[in-house]
DNA sequence: TCCATCTGTCATGTA
DNA sequence: TATACATGACAGATG
């Protein structure tokens, strides 16, 4: 059975790309129920649904989706070739785009777009949630079998018109009555073969109340957000049952500008074929092979009731370009902003050009900019649009917007938190509230606000003072429109620096301009360090020679204290000398003569009295000794 | 007007 | 080799 649904969702993915690069629609409601149960699980093992009793009643239930029916499902879906070969087979975009969304919200859980993966996951899904299912599963070895070699068939064979059978339309009477159900909003709902026995809004009811579904809805949300600006979780169950019952096209979830007119477009283009293909059906719709030849019938009936332009009209352009954004998404991952902005400016060849043409939005509010402070496009003329995205749709104060820098930068904060705040910060300097309109300004966050506030001094300078405050540099970058402040070039780190410079497509000049005032920059950070650490050195060696002189000073002081010392203690040796001699007498009793005689004092402590006369020539002696050594 | 100082910038060297 | 940093020298601004 798993492989029976791998077939199934993969040959339908398949075959809608294929279809839709040839640029043919096809109606997938007619083959929704059977995507939907295994992207939503809501089969009769899934859903709370009382599926089996109402297979009793309701036309059409013998095609369980696990049932061996299916086969024949299969051979008849052989027949959707035939839609191919029909060329102008339409349906309105809008069921495939639905479908598209869908898968998106199962898949969403994993942040990947992988329409594949997602109809695996939710198969896997149903497969495991089936195992109290119907008797059906023990019949899934046929049909398994059956699928595996329709379904090379489906690809290979070529579109064989003559299997279409007659009274195609019972199906889309279903479609029809349930499209045109007051209880719902539109003609995605039926896709679910609601049984007739019960009200829609009983169904939906049920269908909500399901507690697997809460879980559903969360991963769906994100998906929800893109096409609503709504965000509450409170509100899943109504973004949830508005997705399904809406009438959302891919381009409008990308574009949720165009989401309503689109939506009328599309509604009076479905209603017309429905319409007429109401008052021929029976309420006979069942996937059985003869209901779903019908079905191909009655679409390819219905849709060449439109012109060739009606259905070119469709199938424009874009339709390519949303095939290549869908298939970029699913390798590469999906970012709606992303998208919608490439598609918002087409003209606009690297976002930084000055010839480059803006958005209207950017335009309108560059506009705004330019009413209130005339020619000056904002104070420092580097922001970006990358406020406004971060600050929902607050445009920098610059009259010039790049919503490609916008881009890039949203990414290069998003690697990088740390610098992320300080370039933010920067970011809402240079978004300059006084730029900004009093209703942008009180949805700003809080913490952007006070961010803002904190800057607002300079801002005012930048108000004020304009051109004239600002430098060189600043309005070398305002000229050419380098959507990134000096301090944030200057002080950016090297790597970021460098990425910066590759992610975005800056002219020559630019670029120039950029390295030179990052290097500018720098080194006038560093002259004035430099100058700071050579005054730091004068003042140190003023310090040091204070220092200097107040120690001079004090040796002064120290030695004129040791010479007067010095000439007391001399003085009084002096004094002493002579009272000593003056109380010596020789051996006859005379005063002993201090020319004469001088006292030497031993080592042992000793005094003698030694003459002169032998007290110089030991000197002598000693000197020599002493000379000699 | 001259001069001292501040500041930015350039050129060059170093790590 | 590229980059950051340090520093001398120069020029313009300023008080």
């Given at each position: 059975m798993k492989d029976l649904k791998k077939y199934l969702t993969e040959g339908l993915l398949q075959f809608t790309i294929l279809l839709s690069l040839v640029g043919v629609r096809v109606d997938f409601d007619f083959y929704?129920?059977?995507?939907?149960?295994?992207?939503?699980?809501?089969?009769?093992?899934?859903?709370q649904i009382p599926f089996h009793s109402l297979r009793?009643?309701?036309?059409?239930?013998?095609?369980?989706?696990?049932?061996?029916?299916?086969?024949?499902?299969?051979?008849?879906?052989?027949?959707?070739?035939?839609?191919?070969?029909?060329?102008?087979?339409?349906?309105?975009?809008?069921?495939?785009?639905?479908?598209?969304?869908?898968?998106?919200?199962?898949?969403?859980?994993?942040?990947?777009?992988?329409?594949?993966?997602?109809?695996?996951?939710?198969?896997?899904?149903?497969?495991?949630?089936?195992?109290?299912?119907?008797?059906?599963?023990?019949?899934?070895?046929?049909s398994q079998q059956s699928s595996r070699s329709?379904?090379?068939?489906?690809?290979?064979?070529?579109?064989?018109?003559?299997?279409?059978?007659?009274?195609?339309?019972?199906?889309?009477?279903?479609?029809?009555?349930?499209?045109?159900?007051?209880?719902e909003p539109n003609a995605t709902q039926p896709a679910y073969r609601i049984p007739q026995g019960n009200s829609v809004g009983e169904l939906w009811q049920d269908f909500f109340s399901l507690p697997d579904l809460n879980s559903t809805l969360e991963d769906i949300q994100p998906v929800s957000n893109v096409s609503s600006p709504r965000n509450s979780s409170t509100q899943n169950a109504d973004d949830f049952g508005e997705m399904l019952s809406r009438d959302v096209s891919l381009q409008e979830v990308m574009f949720p500008s165009n989401l309503s007119s689109r939506r009328d477009e599309n509604l009076a283009q479905r209603s017309e074929p429905f319409s007429q293909s109401d008052s021929s059906t029976s309420s006979e719709g069942s996937l059985n092979p003869a209901n779903l030849a019908q079905f191909i019938q009655s679409t390819d009936n219905s849709t060449r009731n439109l012109t060739t332009h009606d259905l070119?009209?469709?199938?424009?352009?874009?339709?390519?370009?949303?095939?290549?954004?869908?298939?970029?998404?699913?390798?590469?991952?999906?970012?709606?902003?992303?998208?919608?902005?490439?598609?918002?400016?087409?003209?606009?060849?690297?976002?930084?050009?000055?010839?480059?043409?803006?958005?209207?939005?950017?335009?309108?509010?560059?506009?705004?900019s330019s009413v209130s402070f005339g020619e000056d496009e904002?104070?420092?003329?580097?922001?970006?649009?990358?406020?406004?995205?971060?600050?929902?749709?607050?445009?920098?104060?610059?009259?010039?917007?790049?919503?490609e820098v916008n881009k890039f930068c949203r990414l290069d904060y998003e690697q990088n938190s740390d610098y992320c705040d300080n370039v933010t910060m920067h970011n809402?300097?240079?978004n300059h509230t006084y730029n900004q309109l009093s209703s942008q300004l009180e949805a700003v966050d809080d913490y952007h606000y006070s961010l803002s506030a904190k800057q607002g001094k300079l801002s005012s300078q930048c108000v004020s003072g304009?051109?004239?405050?600002?430098?060189?540099?600043?309005?070398?970058?305002?000229?050419?429109?380098?959507?990134?402040?000096?301090?944030?070039?200057?002080?950016?780190?090297?790597?970021?620096?460098?990425?910066?410079?590759?992610?975005?497509?800056?002219?020559?000049?630019?670029?120039?301009?950029?390295?030179?005032?990052?290097?500018?920059?720098?080194?006038k950070v560093a002259a004035q360090n430099c100058r700071k650490r050579k005054l730091d050195v004068i003042l140190n060696l003023d310090d040091d020679v204070c220092q200097l002189k107040a120690r001079k000073e004090k040796l002064l002081k120290?030695?004129?204290?040791?010479?007067?010392?010095?000439?007391?203690?001399?003085q009084k040796l002096n004094d002493l000398y002579r009272d000593v001699f003056s109380k010596l007498r020789d051996e006859q009793g005379r005063p002993v003569n201090p020319s004469l005689y001088a006292l030497h004092c031993n080592s042992d402590g000793s005094i003698m009295v030694v003459p002169r006369r032998l007290f110089k020539s030991e000197q002598k002696q000693d000197m020599q000794k002493e000379k000699k050594k």
């Open positions: 929704l129920p059977p995507i939907r149960e295994i992207i939503q699980g809501t089969s009769s093992a899934y859903s009793d009643t309701w036309e059409g239930s013998s095609l369980h989706p696990k049932s061996p029916d299916l086969d024949s499902f299969f051979t008849a879906k052989r027949l959707l070739e035939q839609v191919r070969a029909l060329g102008g087979t339409l349906v309105p975009r809008t069921e495939v785009s639905a479908w598209l969304v869908h898968a998106d919200s199962g898949d969403a859980e994993e942040g990947t777009f992988s329409t594949d993966q997602t109809l695996l996951t939710s198969a896997s899904n149903e497969e495991s949630s089936s195992t109290t299912d119907s008797p059906a599963n023990n019949q899934e070895g046929p329709t379904l090379p068939q489906c690809h290979a064979s070529p579109p064989q018109q003559q299997h279409i059978g007659p009274g195609a339309s019972q199906t889309s009477s279903d479609f029809t009555k349930e499209g045109t159900n007051e209880n070119l009209s469709g199938i424009d352009d874009n339709v390519f370009d949303e095939i290549n954004l869908m298939s970029l998404a699913l390798e590469e991952g999906f970012d709606p902003l992303e998208v919608s902005q490439l598609f918002e400016e087409p003209d606009s060849d690297s976002g930084l050009s000055l010839n480059s043409s803006h958005s209207p939005t950017s335009a309108s509010i560059s506009d705004s904002g104070a420092a003329g580097y922001s970006s649009d990358s406020e406004s995205v971060l600050y929902g749709g607050l445009e920098g104060a610059v009259g010039s917007s790049w919503p809402v300097h240079h304009m051109d004239k405050n600002l430098s060189r540099d600043e309005r070398r970058a305002k000229s050419l429109r380098i959507p990134f402040s000096v301090d944030e070039i200057v002080s950016m780190p090297v790597e970021m620096f460098n990425n910066m410079l590759s992610k975005h497509c800056l002219t020559e000049s630019q670029v120039t301009v950029i390295r030179d005032i990052r290097r500018r920059g720098k080194n120290e030695r004129a204290q040791c010479s007067k010392s010095t000439s007391h203690m001399k």
